[in-house]
């Protein structure tokens, strides 16, 4: 059919600034409350429902592209909808706080260009691009977890030990997170905020306070433990409904007290007054200043990262692991590492954990792949044995990632559809992320929307426990009268005039900001056919009129 461009593409561009990603409207009314909460060791629903977390990490708007990076390989809405029938109900997606704190006053940087795999996504920016990934994922029954992985968009960012750097100062730190609580605290895709990726300590053996990560009841302006409650507590003020996932540090004293401005851990100079472990990974620091979030501490997830010798040879890996089977094997990380620096929150009742990072090569010819392997199976092993405790998110979903592998690979694995050179990685996922997902009797993933089933091999939260609010029609009897006939709808056609232009976009754009207009067809603003009228509408119906599709509706 003609476009008719009633206004010029300048203007609707322009207009488009006005775009609020996180807005939505829904024709039918419904109970969207999906938000979970603490209860002992486990994490509920809002009827006290175990759920079970059990995910992986997808990362990229963290990093200069501002975007998922197996964009640049794939067909990246096919990659999501294979994650979902994969049984993945939960994506930790890093973001850096450079780009949170654009996006709050207004000015939206660029995501790199990958329109060659992803006619959709071409001329979105970085804000844009992350709402229709939210939106796809809310389609497709996975939950995300928030997580600043780095203060500046770098893809090496993760490397600076602390939360500011620079221009992003605490305060922007905050205002940053303070900012994406409000603005996504009707938007229950997003159930909690990992406020920090691995605090940890400044490179090389002279350890220094002013730039390392500690914990404790201090001031100082490097004390995470701090500045982790603070800023729990503010995003909470805005959003009381999310959950809060708190990272450890690298480094603990014994003593539990930090009275050294340098500290000298040279193994053979040095002094062994402190403990180590991961990035992110020594929570230790719990037992003597526990995170105090007051009548908000039913919101409250502990959060290590935890890996094997091909990431860094902890010298747990060492000794006896090496020709210890698995099961004494896994006692020995047990004892070593995992009880003293985290394990114990869930096991003396102090807050469920999601172990927020693990995972690691599965293939290859590195000369410690065998007890990589060893290592995996018996985090897996443990995983499952702390099922509704000990909730988890593999590293990763992504093919870049260099030192752990990726469900994505080149290598050997299986062809899918929009995978273009990429492959799934079937032995990492058959043999150490498929048994820690969540499934039910009959094998089906879980998802957690109440709603909507994970993929199409899951079912919803709601059909898990029996209170989805989606039931069957009734069956028309034979005295019923004729079905009406409803007339076909112009998709597009917002103001009902028979045309699809620029004024159609505008009063779309006038819905999702809420202001009131009048004589509006929601049906024809649904241009892609989810039930529902939001930032993703907008896209395609902007996209449609700079002739970038062909057709609407569209549902490619």
């Known amino acids: 059919m ?69 964009s640049y390989h794939s067909d990246i809405i096919a990659v999501m909808e294979m994650v979902a029938d994969k049984g993945i109900n939960v994506v930790r997606l890093p973001v850096s706080t450079e780009l949170l704190y654009s996006w709050s006053k207004g000015e939206y940087p660029p995501s790199v260009d990958t329109s060659y795999n992803n006619a959709s996504l071409a001329g979105l920016n970085s804000f844009e691009l992350f709402n229709y990934m939210l939106e796809n994922f809310k389609r497709l029954g996975i939950k995300v977890i928030l997580n600043v992985h780095s203060a500046e968009s770098d893809n090496m960012g993760h490397v600076y030990p602390l939360w500011f750097k620079g221009k ?18 009707n938007n229950d895709t997003i159930i909690g905020f990992d406020i920090k990726n691995e605090p940890h300590t400044n490179a090389g053996n002279l350890k220094k306070i002013s730039e390392s990560a ?37 480094m603990y004293p014994k003593n539990d007290i930090w009275d050294e401005e340098e500290v000298n851990t040279c193994p053979w100079t040095g002094n062994n007054n402190y403990y ?53 094997a896994k006692q ?48 897996r092993e443990y995983i499952i044995e702390n099922k509704y405790s000990l909730h ?24 899918f559809p929009g995978g273009r050179d990429l492959k799934w990685n079937d032995n990492k996922y058959d043999n150490y992320l498929l048994p820690t997902l969540w499934k039910n009797d009959e094998g089906k993933f879980i998802g957690l929307d109440k709603d909507v089933p ?20 009734p069956t028309q009897t034979p005295d019923s009268p004729p079905p009406t006939t409803e007339p076909e ?5 917002i103001n009902g005039d028979g045309r699809v232009d620029s004024t159609d976009y505008i009063l779309l754009r006038r819905i999702i900001l809420e202001i009131p207009v009048s004589n509006a067809n929601l049906k024809a603003a649904d241009v892609n056919l989810d039930g529902a009228v939001n930032t993703t509408d907008c896209i395609l119906l902007r996209r449609y009129l700079l002739e970038i599709i062909d057709s609407l509706p569209f549902t490619g």
């Open 392 to 415: 988890h998110t593999l590293w990763c979903i992504n093919i870049d990632s260099a030192d752990t592998g990726g469900l994505l690979t080149r290598d050997e694995g299986t062809v």
């Open 332 to 379: 020995i990380v047990y004892e070593e590492c995992w009880r003293d620096n985290w394990a114990f929150i869930m096991e003396e009742g102090i807050s469920p954990l999601l172990l927020g990072e693990w995972g690691g090569m599965t293939e290859g010819d590195h000369v410690l792949l065998d007890l990589n392997l060893k290592y995996l199976r018996g985090i």
């Open 454 to 473: 994970l993929g199409r091999n899951g079912v919803s939260l709601g059909q898990h426990y029996g209170y989805s609010s989606t039931t069957p029609p």
């Open 489 to 493: 709808i112009l998709y597009g056609d």
């Open 2 to 70: 003609k476009k008719y461009i009633v206004l010029s593409l300048a203007l609707i561009m322009m207009v488009s600034l006005l775009i609020v990603p996180g807005s939505q409207f829904t024709a039918e009314a419904s109970d969207s409350n999906n938000w979970f909460s603490v209860e002992g060791t486990n994490i509920v629903d809002k009827y006290g429902n175990k759920v079970w977390l059990t995910g992986a990490n997808w990362f990229g708007f963290n990093c200069r592209e501002r975007m998922l990076l197996d």
């Open 276 to 328: 180590f472990n991961w990035w992110g990974g020594n929570l230790r620091g719990v037992r003597k200043y526990p995170i105090d979030l007051g009548k908000f501490q039913n919101k409250l997830v502990y959060s290590p990262h935890d890996y094997g010798p091909i990431v860094y040879e902890q010298p747990w890996f060492r000794d006896e692991f090496v020709t210890a089977d698995d099961a004494r």
């Open 214 to 250: 500690i914990w404790d009841d201090s001031d100082r302006p490097t004390n995470w433990k701090r500045v982790a409650q603070e800023t729990a507590l503010e995003i909470l003020a805005v959003h009381p409904n999310a959950l809060i996932f708190v990272e450890g540090v690298e």
């Open 168 to 185: 992003i100062t605490e305060e922007v730190f905050k205002a940053a997170w303070v900012w994406t609580a409000n603005e996504y605290k």
